[in-house]
């Protein structure tokens, strides 16, 4: 367990459906970061936040995606209207202090799945 | 998109052997990491070498840097079949700005030690 939490596990939905994702990163931590990865993959990076500012997001994500971090400690990501192409691993990880050099601690992950 | 690439994409070994992975990366970066994800599971850092660094250990891990051919490589010795996952290097690019902070990852290479 590395501290950082995310919720659900596994989510199913329908095509068309919205679906949000929660992550508790470790508490001190003032970075936080979303990833998408599928089967055979390596991550990809969506977005991350500095306490509760975003400072990128990935140019690749559409406008269904959208990721808030309102008081700098837990965040979500929202996808809209999902799609098929949006089943993936999403991964959130969380690092620690004002140094640009500094591990990711990952969470398990959301598994989803678009019927 | 990717940054990196992992070479080679699957490796397999006898438990007690060395295995080598290696990565290429495109652009400069602060520093480069090596993660480590079990099937199904998040990613855990391994192990970080920062840009003016040539080559680092932890433990059975040995990682070398070559900024000028901007390529890495990983050494797990005597490896067991406890380190059956998939490994990918991770960089983090210099931005204009030289903010930093995004880290990029590649594709991995899945390693399986046979016992």
């Known amino acids: 367990d590395t501290g950082v939490s995310q919720d659900p596990r596994h989510k199913i939905t329908k095509r068309g459906q919205n679906v949000t994702f929660r992550c508790d990163p470790i508490?001190?931590?003032?970075?936080l970061y979303w990833y998408r990865q599928t089967l055979g993959q390596g991550p990809e990076f969506l977005t991350y936040?500095?306490?509760?500012?975003?400072?990128?997001k990935s140019r690749l994500l559409s406008d269904r995606f959208s990721a808030e971090r309102p008081k700098g400690s837990f965040s979500t990501l929202e996808i809209q209207r999902t799609e098929q192409g949006d089943s993936a691993m999403y991964l959130c990880?969380?690092?620690?202090?004002?140094?640009?050099?500094?591990?990711?601690?990952f969470g398990s992950g959301t598994q989803l799945s678009v019927l | 998109s990717q940054q990196g690439e992992e070479d080679p994409q699957a490796l397999s070994i006898q438990e007690g052997e060395n295995a080598t992975m290696n990565c290429s990366y495109k652009?400069?970066?602060?520093?480069l990491q090596w993660y480590r994800q079990n099937s199904g599971r998040g990613l855990v850092h391994l192990i970080l070498?920062?840009?003016?660094?040539r080559e680092k250990h932890s433990g059975r891990l040995r990682v070398t840097l070559d900024t000028s051919k901007k390529s890495s490589s990983l050494l797990i010795t005597a490896s067991r079949a406890a380190d059956t996952a998939s490994y990918f290097c991770?960089?983090?690019?210099?931005?204009?700005?030289?903010?930093?902070?995004?880290?990029?990852f590649g594709q991995g290479t899945e390693l399986s030690v046979k016992p």
């Open positions: 990880a969380s690092c620690g202090g004002l140094a640009t050099n500094e591990k990711l601690f």
């Open positions: 936040f500095q306490n509760e500012a975003q400072l990128e």
């Open positions: 652009t400069s970066i602060n520093n």
């Open positions: 991770a960089t983090e690019p210099v931005l204009y700005d030289n903010q930093g902070g995004k880290l990029i």
């Open positions: 508490s001190e931590h003032n970075r």
């Open positions: 070498i920062r840009s003016n660094e």
